[in-house]
């Protein structure tokens, strides 16, 4: 690994085509990712991707005309104090204001490399071509700014945001809800049955503590192997799969953790409370992101885990 400042002036021209071959390619790969579900920003992106190898064309021309036809491999990591560029697959499910914020980063470093290159060489060409570049990056905030106000107009703004809005319900409000309401509901007949059949709270906590994880578990897998999300639009599986199962496992936890408050009747008290703290969280979630009556679906619930409790104490004291 090289020091940026030993750099002769040939391998700092090659440094920066590799740059922003790099840059180019990374804003191609915004571009096919966002292709599908903001098809309006993958054109800023393209135009970005056109803009960056319009640069790395530039510093080809005037590295053969000064070193000629070889240009060595010099790349990011092959300077010391150079923070590698993280691949976009890596990124995945990859969203639009992370794009956005990761453009702007890149222009940012783009322009600070120019000017740190431009105290390293002395030939007026590099210096003339490299300042152009420095200043050229700085503009590219604008650019991108411009490209956006053409492609993304008022109309295809919103339906770019709708669709947001529907994908993060489809992956992440859907499942968490499913596996909220299961964690919630279900393991109240466990943990109260525990709880009036020993009037042991630490009885009481290991069973829901049991219960709890037990559902989150099978409720992550049975989300995560239900449907691939290609046809449905819900999203990678596993990520699914995964706020499925914690938020089930929160459900549980939430009226479990009383009782390790060693008085039952007290942990009763509070273990009740936030039962119907529960209760009412799952109709506002329904009210707030899937347009769901919240008094309806608030009454639905509340009888649902009312049944549900009544069998658990019902069957602890008998």
């Known amino acids: 690994m090289r020091n940026f400042v030993d750099l002769s002036e040939r391998e700092i021209l090659a440094l920066a085509i590799s740059n922003e071959e790099e840059d180019a390619r990374i804003y191609a790969d915004f571009s096919d990712g966002l292709h599908d579900d903001y098809p309006a920003s993958a054109k800023v992106f393209d135009g970005m991707a056109a803009e960056e190898n319009t640069h790395r064309r530039r510093l080809i021309d005037l590295f053969v005309s000064k070193f000629g036809d070889h240009i060595p491999l010099v790349r990011r990591q092959d300077i010391r104090g150079y923070v590698p560029q993280k691949p976009v697959w890596q990124m995945k499910p990859l969203g639009l204001e992370a794009a956005r914020e990761r453009t702007h980063d890149m222009e940012r470093a783009a322009a600070r490399f120019y000017r740190q290159a431009l105290t390293r060489t002395t030939d007026a060409s590099t210096r003339k071509l490299l300042g152009d570049l420095a200043e050229a990056e ?11 106000h053409q492609v993304l107009t008022d109309s295809v703004r919103h339906d770019e945001a709708e669709n947001e809005r529907r994908r993060f319900v489809l992956q992440i409000i859907q499942p968490g809800l499913v596996g909220l309401m299961d964690g919630s509901v279900s393991t109240l007949a466990p943990v109260f049955a525990a709880a009036f059949a020993t009037h042991n709270t630490w009885n009481a906590f290991v069973v829901g503590l049991a219960a709890s994880i037990g559902a989150g578990i099978s409720m992550g897998f049975a989300e995560a192997l239900s449907d691939d999300g290609k046809l449905s639009g819900r999203g990678a599986p596993l990520l699914r799969g995964l706020v499925c199962g914690l938020m089930t496992t929160a459900g549980g936890i939430g009226h479990t953790l009383p009782f390790l408050i060693p008085s039952f009747y007290p942990a009763t008290v509070v273990a009740f409370a936030v039962v119907v703290i529960e209760l009412l969280t799952i109709p506002w979630i329904q009210g707030r992101y899937m347009d ?9 619930v509340m009888i649902g885990g009312a049944l549900v409790l009544a069998a658990g104490i019902l069957i602890g004291s008998s």
Request: avoid cysteine; charge should be negative; proline fraction near 10%.
């Open 292 to 300: 769901t009556p919240p008094l309806s679906a608030a009454a639905k």
């Open 138 to 148: 700085d503009k590219h905030d604008a650019l991108a700014t411009g490209l956006e």
